[in-house]
């Protein structure tokens, strides 16, 4: 009421009008920036006003992480293929370590250069997660159960992937799922281990327990993946894990290489190195990218297309028969992680 009166005393129109137009001109200034960290009453407007400032850059923005992450999945696709390249001219723990060794080498080499500062104390218990379940967990649990199955049946496997991903990133970040994800989950999971039962006589054989372990671990790598690529580039994210698996896959390398036969031949060489360049490293880099752009959950669906990807290049690289049910199994699990998409849209 005062400031009102104000206004109308003759003596101060001239001196407290040019000081007020100021003052009035920067409250809507502070409502429309995003940004501003000061009065959560000025950034209730802002998050309403957000949306349709950044609409125009939603689509291309949201398209880029799209099309990282279909990367990350059209590298992956080859990560069967090229084990079983790679074990033909090496035990399966030489393959594991010496993957991981060239990796390190390779992102170790991009840390330094760019001279990227060591990650902070609170983001390393993530950080072991992602070496735990995608340098060490995943390659090695997969590697020995392709010593007894093939790449087709190991494909419709961890075509439960995404489904056991998104699951994972739900607990994560406590999110609730709908009732229909949920029963289109339960599909899926039965799809899969009535494919596995049947392909194996009746019983899980041991390369599907190695499986359904890898499923678990990836998981939980590529959830704390995503999440961490929210604080960093992507690339770093799997650098760090790397460099912090170094000790283990180091050792372990050492000792593969002294204890078990090492034969270089061309499918080998050519599998070894696309497993630490494409798959290990830059898969992952644009993987986690693509993640932290459109999210866990829906960037992990993405994957629905890498067991039927893998069973092409099953048969194009390696010359293998599908078994019938392999390809009905692998449609049916996209079938149901696509219903689990759309009920989380």
Do not use: N
């Not at 409502?31 to 309403?48: F, K, L, Q, R």
């Not at 993530?126 to 590697?143: E, N, Q």
């Not at 899969?192 to 899980?204: D, L, M, T, Y």
């Not at 798959?279 to 067991?307: C, D, E, H, N």
């Amino acid at each position: 009421m005062r400031d009102h009166d104000s206004a109308t005393a003759p003596g101060s129109i001239a001196v407290r009008t040019p000081e007020s137009q100021p003052a009035l001109g920067s409250t809507p200034a502070a409502e429309d920036s995003p940004g501003s960290p000061s009065s959560s009453p000025s950034g209730a407007p802002s998050a309403t006003a957000a949306p349709s400032g950044r609409g125009p850059r939603t689509t291309p923005v949201a398209a880029r992480g799209t099309l990282l992450a279909a990367l990350g999945v059209a590298a992956f696709s080859l990560t069967f293929p090229a084990t079983a390249w790679a074990l033909e001219g090496m035990s399966p723990w030489t393959v594991v370590m010496l993957r991981s060794v060239l990796a390190t080498a390779l992102a170790g080499g991009a840390l330094v250069w760019c001279r990227v500062p060591v990650p902070e104390r609170r983001h390393w218990a993530g950080i072991a997660v992602v070496a735990g379940g995608v340098v060490l967990g995943f390659p090695l649990l997969t590697t020995v159960a392709l010593q007894t199955s093939t790449t087709s049946h190991a494909a419709v496997v961890v075509g439960l992937l995404p489904l056991t991903t998104a699951a994972c990133s739900a607990v994560r970040t406590g999110a609730r799922p709908s009732r229909t994800f949920w029963i289109a989950a339960v599909v899926g999971a039965a799809v899969v281990i009535g494919f596995a039962i049947q392909q194996s006589g009746g019983a899980p054989s041991r390369g599907d327990l190695y499986l359904f372990a890898a499923l678990l671990v990836c998981a939980a790598g590529y959830t704390e993946g995503g999440r961490l690529a929210r604080h960093m580039p992507g690339w770093q994210v799997m650098g760090w894990a790397l460099v912090l698996a170094l000790p283990v896959t180091a050792a372990g390398t050492a000792v593969a290489l002294s204890a078990e036969p090492l034969h270089l031949t061309a499918h080998a060489v050519g599998g070894l190195l696309w497993l630490a360049v494409g798959s290990t490293f830059l898969g992952m880099v644009v993987w986690y990218r693509g993640m932290a752009t459109i999210g866990v959950s829906k960037a992990s669906q993405l994957q629905l297309a890498q067991p039927l990807l893998t069973l092409v290049w099953s048969v194009v690289l390696l010359g293998e028969h599908l078994p019938p049910a392999a390809p009905v199994a692998a449609v049916a699990v996209l079938a149901c992680i696509a219903v689990t998409q759309r009920t989380r849209g």
